[in-house]
């Protein structure tokens, strides 16, 4: 893939602290349009830091990331119109209704027809029985389901989404993966996605990146990592995979302080 | 059978009584932990009392010099009064927008949006601008109709006193969101007081020459001090203050351009060290 087709990030690293390992050691990815890259790893992995990397909000120490083959690190304000991020940690205004939230991002994000293309997105999210009801009001899963037609208003060609299920029931889960499927599939939408639920990540994703401690475990579609772990599903896959990665890791640990003593 | 009956002999816990003293002791441990870990809270304790000893303290001492005329000092304190408070909204209306944004997390989903942190400030200023001509209107009407004070008797000066006190607003208000960006809510309170403590040095109600010396040096450095002097000549019939609106722009400048500068410094840092998702919530 050409660095002009999506997004291309080489080698990223972030430390936060000298004397802590770092917090991002060395991943690659690419993501293009219609594509669905899932970044899987335990808490603290990582994915987080990676992800304002990628959004171009935190500077790795080292490593590019080109997003349509613009350096997003030094000239994130040319492409911003072209991303959005959704998360389960941020919501809206909880006093202004959906309609006036969403109003409001129409105008920020500069849309030429922002009545028409609120109209469009309360509609596609089923969202316009609820148009005048503030947010506050609304359900864990309704605000779920804002924010991520909050992140899919301005047409994004690439969109973020740090556990976006987190916090929905299963039927709620369902109806956003579902709605994600469909933007992928017919506005060409490149989607990267984080969560911790690996039956959806298998659903989803057309790649699977594994991090554990800042680095890439293992990457592949969710066959080609079954059987690479030689495991018949993600979950298995998953707690293999990290197992692996800690051993792994302890043991260089264990043979530094070994060749230390020596 | 053997653990049912084991079951049955341990103690069965009574009700806490509303006099019980441990639930007591939790919440106020609950406080001392919050204390312990937080230097704007225990700056808060000392922080008003004093302010207001210094402010109702200077004008004591104004009255005390028996020169004061008590109609020309009454349109004073109004006038006072009333500018005083346009410095404030001022200053808020940049604090509390990005407060608000912390509270709702929302200010995560403006990051992320294709504006720079700059059009959120500018923003600001434009709701701040739409505060103070609200509150105020109201608080000028009410002065003129209840008190029978006309703010307008300051005359066209008016309009630079208002524009040098809303600018050094939008100044602090600046720094006080670049503080909370960077310390997070803990610093917070210095959106509701940081205002207050240039009120003792900003001559609101005073003259600066009441102010003992080292408070009269730092009078002259804060922009307000001189559009107080300068009400205060109109109101004395010295013609136009040219002199005291001289040094409060561009005092002001210099506020700004710093308050811009540490705005800057700390996205910056923000950009390096990362920015908190959880920030408000």
């Known amino acids: 893939m050409g660095d002009g087709e999506g997004l291309v990030a080489r080698n990223l690293v972030k430390r936060?602290?000298?004397?802590?390992?770092?917090?991002?050691?060395?991943?690659?990815?690419?993501?293009?349009?219609?594509?669905?890259?899932?970044?899987?790893?335990?808490?603290?992995?990582?994915?987080?830091?990676?992800?304002?990397?990628?959004?171009?909000?935190?500077?790795?120490?080292?490593?590019?990331?080109?997003?349509?083959?613009?350096?997003?690190?030094?000239?994130?304000?040319?492409?911003?119109?072209?991303?959005?991020?959704?998360?389960?940690?941020?919501?809206?205004?909880?006093?202004?209704?959906?309609?006036?939230?969403?109003?409001?991002?129409?105008?920020?994000?500069?849309?030429?027809?922002?009545?028409?293309?609120?109209?469009?997105?309360?509609?596609?999210?089923?969202?316009?029985?609820?148009?005048?009801?503030?947010?506050?009001?609304?359900?864990?899963?309704?605000?779920?389901?804002?924010?991520?037609?909050?992140?899919?208003?301005?047409?994004?060609?690439?969109?973020?989404?740090?556990?976006?299920?987190?916090?929905?029931?299963?039927?709620?889960?369902?109806?956003i993966r579902i709605l994600l499927q469909e933007h992928v599939r017919h506005s060409c939408l490149g989607l990267v996605y984080t969560s911790h639920n690996m039956r959806e990540v298998e659903r989803l994703s057309d790649r699977i990146l594994l991090i554990e401690s800042g680095k890439m475990v293992a990457e592949g579609t969710a066959d080609e990592l079954c059987r690479k772990f030689e495991s018949s599903d993600l979950e298995s896959v998953f707690l293999k995979s990290m197992s692996e990665a800690r051993q792994h890791r302890n043991g260089s640990e264990h043979d530094e302080k070994g060749s230390g003593c020596e | 059978m053997s653990e049912i009956s084991e079951s049955r002999e341990l103690p069965i816990r009574r009700p806490v009584?509303?006099?019980?003293?441990?639930?007591?002791?939790?919440?106020?441990?609950?406080?001392?932990?919050?204390?312990?870990?937080?230097?704007?809270?225990?700056?808060?304790?000392?922080?008003?009392?004093?302010?207001?000893?210094?402010?109702?303290?200077?004008?004591?001492?104004?009255?005390?010099?028996?020169?004061?005329?008590?109609?020309?000092?009454?349109?004073?304190?109004?006038?006072?009064?009333?500018?005083?408070?346009?410095?404030?909204?001022?200053?808020?209306?940049?604090?509390?927008?990005?407060?608000?944004?912390?509270?709702?997390?929302?200010?995560?989903?403006?990051?992320?949006?294709?504006?720079?942190?700059?059009?959120?400030?500018?923003?600001?200023?434009?709701?701040?601008?739409?505060?103070?001509?609200?509150?105020?209107?109201?608080?000028?009407?009410?002065?003129?109709?209840?008190?029978s004070y006309s703010l307008f008797s300051l005359g066209l000066s008016l309009v630079p006193f208002v524009l040098g006190l809303v600018v050094m607003g939008w100044a602090l208000g600046i720094m006080t969101t670049a503080l909370i960006l960077r310390f997070g809510q803990e610093a917070e309170v210095l959106a509701w007081g940081v205002i207050f403590l240039f009120q003792p040095v900003s001559a609101v109600f005073n003259p600066v020459s009441v102010l003992p010396a080292g408070f009269r040096q730092v009078a002259f450095f804060v922009p307000a001090s001189h559009v107080f002097e300068g009400m205060r000549a109109v109101l004395s019939g010295k013609g136009f203050p040219w002199h005291d609106l001289g040094w409060a722009f561009l005092i002001d400048a210099v506020y700004f351009a710093g308050a811009l500068y540490l705005f800057h410094r700390v996205l910056e840092r923000a950009r390096r060290t990362g920015f908190s998702l959880k920030l408000g919530s």
């Not at chain 1, 349509?68 to 006093?95: C, E, M, Q």
């Not at chain 2, 808060?44 to 004061?68: A, H, S």
């Open chain 2, 17 to 147: 009584s509303l006099l019980a003293i441990r639930p007591l002791a939790g919440i106020l441990l609950r406080q001392l932990y919050l204390y312990r870990r937080s230097l704007p809270r225990w700056m808060e304790i000392f922080y008003w009392p004093l302010l207001d000893l210094l402010v109702w303290g200077f004008l004591t001492l104004y009255l005390k010099q028996g020169t004061v005329h008590m109609a020309g000092t009454a349109q004073a304190l109004l006038g006072g009064l009333l500018l005083w408070d346009m410095l404030y909204r001022s200053q808020q209306g940049i604090s509390v927008v990005f407060l608000e944004e912390i509270w709702s997390r929302n200010l995560y989903n403006m990051m992320v949006a294709p504006v720079t942190p700059f059009h959120i400030i500018f923003g600001a200023m434009l709701t701040g601008i739409l505060k103070v001509s609200l509150s105020s209107g109201v608080a000028v009407f009410l002065a003129w109709s209840l008190f």
């Open chain 1, 16 to 175: 936060f602290s000298g004397n802590r390992p770092p917090a991002v050691d060395g991943i690659s990815l690419s993501v293009s349009r219609g594509e669905v890259l899932s970044i899987v790893g335990p808490n603290g992995a990582g994915k987080s830091t990676l992800i304002q990397m990628l959004l171009g909000l935190l500077v790795p120490d080292s490593g590019s990331i080109r997003l349509f083959g613009v350096d997003v690190t030094r000239h994130r304000r040319k492409i911003a119109h072209r991303i959005n991020y959704a998360s389960t940690d941020l919501s809206l205004p909880y006093s202004l209704t959906v309609r006036e939230n969403l109003d409001v991002f129409a105008l920020v994000y500069d849309l030429p027809d922002p009545r028409r293309a609120v109209d469009r997105i309360l509609e596609t999210f089923s969202l316009v029985p609820l148009a005048r009801i503030r947010v506050g009001k609304l359900s864990t899963g309704q605000i779920a389901r804002l924010g991520i037609a909050k992140a899919l208003l301005s047409s994004p060609d690439i969109l973020f989404l740090d556990e976006p299920t987190a916090t929905l029931d299963p039927e709620a889960a369902q109806e």
